[in-house]
């Protein structure tokens, strides 16, 4: 038998990217032992890759914009599903996340007066992401690795040791969490893990653990995620008896690559668009104004001219239709393609060539030059690109308390992507950074609460808990060899992607469900070749059992809900319903499957609600919930 | 549209591994980590390779495609024909993990020691302000994805492990530089850029700017203009001198080897390893010097220690085994050792540097000699003409040059073979190895074949 590593800490963080970072910056400032334990190496973490900016009303493009106009954006865009304390404090608490990275050494683009600069983004009333050219995410994963660096450094200089009170495991994977109890009772007690490059298995004693593992795109064929994105910290949750809600709410980002068949679904961001960048169909049609719902018609422009003035004039033109939403944007694509003026690759066109000169295209998205230039041969200078939906988010998460990011189980806390609720059902571009650092930090002080008011009385690792986890994480080398790992995971990427995608209908996604339990039953056969030093097939062969559970949920949460909203589009229930807008689709475990339950959501108290006016309200809410507010109002 | 590839990936953990040559699949538009990828899903399951994002953001899936450091999500399989063998190898100046995996953990201990940003005082957060123009220039160094290739490529580490504690290596000077440039970063860096950074071991070949995947122009925009800087607020010789006092023997050895006094060259290392004995820069300089005086069998004293004192980094191990190799052959062709006896441990030490090599051309030179001391004569030149396509400096150039003179001499074109031994001469007059080599040519032109 192997040996197994020990550590103890106060709070353990699973995941480096934005959120983990953040929470684990909290959690040390906060005095507490913090350990962070991510898959890959310090600073890789899929955060590298989000491209447009971290919104946050700071007013500094344009001075009308403030929380509460921030807050409504968000509400709409979420199809009025999301928490609303959620994104009231997201809305209130960016500016001050976002000017403390520049405390960290951040370097934002600048506008003429010297302060950070803010672009145009889809829903976005006013200019409001903070950004470095198209590389925002690399920006903020590169400097809250350096502000953890520099609290290393002090720790250096006051304990001796720089890791004395924060430290990085890097390549090493999390497998179980642990409790004092049962799935069904009982507090955090640690968590079990593997490390990837000896194949040893960590415990980590703690009291709190914070989940910060972002997504589950890598359940889906075409996506624009990294392969770490296999829902490790939705599973691990759910293992541990917590709920996730929302599961259902996938968001297809509208441009992903299509071109070439390697590279599909590679991330074309939003900032193209933002930029000036047009959509065009195979007729050379800017498709976009075909497509505006009812309940956004008065904030988009109609015509061409319109939109085109608006770059210059916001206040005298309404937005171009491209700046919709991301959900309206990618059903829009789905639709032009589907009915035969696609491009030839099978996406549309997304033309910046002849809407910038080539010099501003290469200062405002170097990445998305390099990107086409190197992997598509395409200068996008000079050609349109060709894109299309490709699997980029899930609104869906661990249903966590707002205000600390606690989940029902006593010690785990939860915080960026792998949490639910803030975005409702459907994201916002620009939400996301500042979601990681506002939720990260709240989540980081929350788990640092938790400790203290713990005081001594930790709960116990079980020592049955951790052999057992042990045999679990090496069962796939017992196995009797007949499945392969990448052919599982190859087929439930296809399932995944055909039958739960962008467009859903009850009998495809009871097909996809009654595959997911044959691919179930055949990951139970699946045979790992090699020891347990860095071995691809093993480490997927665990990453699968996440993405078998993560994706049950999504299926069967997509069944139930009979209406279409963000992301979650029914063929046979198009429209938005008031009656499923109360509801919340929560899940649990129940046997080696899934439980869906009805929730009712939180209501919105009276003087957010008072933010919006009554007509565009009832379009999203029933009479009964209007009456709360006071007559006259708006 | 699809066709087989020819790949040769590198196989294998910190102590032993070699080249595997596999058929497989390509489509189009593919990079070379999707094939990769194919090779994991169908033939090896446990290959190891880093990787993350696939779209060059990340910085992760660092590799070397034929000798050269790349990212593989970035190389398009249409850079090769069809017929091209694609040979895939670690990083080379870290110690591998396993197979294509190295372990980058002195890039995180170098991250370490460079001082954090350091805020204005009284500037509160929201306070901030600054022109674009002036955050342009740390902006362009914050491009950096740290994929680390331009550590992997940087000589000053790659292939010497004794450099690595003093040596930040380019993607630290990027940092310094991106810091000192930050218009409200309250520290100065400059003279720690010199002192504890080894910005001063830089010099400047610009390989690093070469291999940045995200185009950072790291010599001309960050580690001249950083030199420039330290100049002119500092040069105190007295400080430089001290920083450099335990290595200092070593370097005086290298300083008269370069002036041709090598029997000086030998006391300066001698003295350097009476303190310590497994030095790596002091054994490096005494092989030299006793190379310089065509004392090979000493030489091959020296190599296998250093040999036996390599660190983890595969270069550096690579590069001992080779120069191990390089000792002994040496010796027996000037007849200075037994060749029977010393066989074994020459082809040991051989295959041990041909397995942690990058790409199996780099010892075609070593072979050659190897093939030439056992008399197999058309194999020497081949495998010496082999060498010669890929030489860079001046002397290895030189020395193949000399195998080859003495194999097409001994095959009977007499004519050739002065003339490559002419053109190895211009390159390096002083090569130890002339003698013997002439002679051997002359009596090789002697006896009728």
Known sequence: MSEIERHRYDVVVIGAGGAGLRAAIEARMQGKRTAIVCKSLFGKAHTVMAEGGAAAAMGNVNPNDNWQVHFRDTMRGGKFLNHWRMAELHAKEAPDRVWELESYGALFDRTKDGKISQRNFGGHEYPRLAHVGDRTGLEMIRTLQQKIVSLQQEDQRSHGDAQAMIRVFAETTITSLLKDGDQSSGRISGAVGYTRENGTFVVFEAPAVVLATGGIGKSFKVTSNSWEYTGDGHALAMKAGATLLNMEFVQFHPTGMVWPP???????????????????????????FDYVPAVFRKQYAETEEEADGWYDDPGSNRRPPELLPRDEVARAINSEVKEGRGSPSGGVFLDIASRLPADAIRKKLPSM???????????????????????????????????????????????????????????????????????GRRAGLGASQYVEALGAARPAVSERDVESARRTAEAPFDGDGGENPYTIHADLQQTMNDLVGIIRKREEIEEALSRLEELKSRAKRIGVQGDKIFNPGWHLAIDLSNMLIVSECVARAALIREESRGGHTRDDFPDMSDEWRKVNLVCRPEGDGVRVDKQPLSTMPPELLSLFDRDELSKYMTEDELSILPEGKA | MGYKARFRVWRGDDTDGGLEDFSVEVNEGEVVLDVIHRLQATQTPDLAVRWNCKAGKCGSCSAEINGQPRLLCMTRMSTFTEEQVVTVTPLRTFPVIKDLVTDVSFNYQKALEVPAFAPPVGVAPGEYRMQQTDVERSQEFRKCIECFLCQDTCHVIRDHEDNKEAFAGPRFFIRLAELDMHPLDSMDRKRRSQEQH???????????????????????????????????????????????????????????????DAAAAEEHARSRLRDKPSDAAALGALQDALVAQGRFVEASDVTRTKLEHAGRGRGARQRAAADHAWALLCAAEAGQIDLDRYDDEITATLQQAQRLASIGTVLAGTHALHHLVHGRLAEAAEHSREALRWDRSRQTRADDLVTLAEALTGLGNRPEGESAMAESLTLWPANPRAESARSNMHEMGLQPR
């Open chain 1, 262 to 288: 390697s590279v599909k679904g590679i991330l074309v961001t939003e900032s193209v668009r933002g930029d000036g960048g047009v959509l065009r169909n195979s007729e050379d049609k800017r498709f976009m």
């Open chain 1, 369 to 439: 030059y390099h990107q086409f230039k190197e992997l598509a041969d395409v200068d996008i200078t000079k050609e349109p690109m060709e894109v299309g939906p490709t699997c980029h988010y899930v609104m869906g998460g661990v249903e966590v308390d707002p205000d600390t990011g606690a989940s029902v189980v006593p010690g785990l806390f939860a915080a960026g992507e792998c949490s639910g609720g803030m975005h409702g059902s459907n994201r916002l571009g620009g939400n996301s950074l500042s979601d990681l650092l506002v939720f």
């Open chain 2, 198 to 260: 080894g910005l001063g071991m830089c010099n400047i070949t610009k390989c690093c700017t070469e291999v940045c995947p995200e185009g950072i122009k790291i010599t001309d925009n960050a580690i001249i203009p950083m030199k420039e800087r330290v100049v002119d607020t500092m040069y105190d010789p007295v400080v430089w001198l001290g920083s450099r006092i335990p290595r200092r023997s070593a370097m005086a050895a290298n300083r008269a080897l370069d002036s041709g």
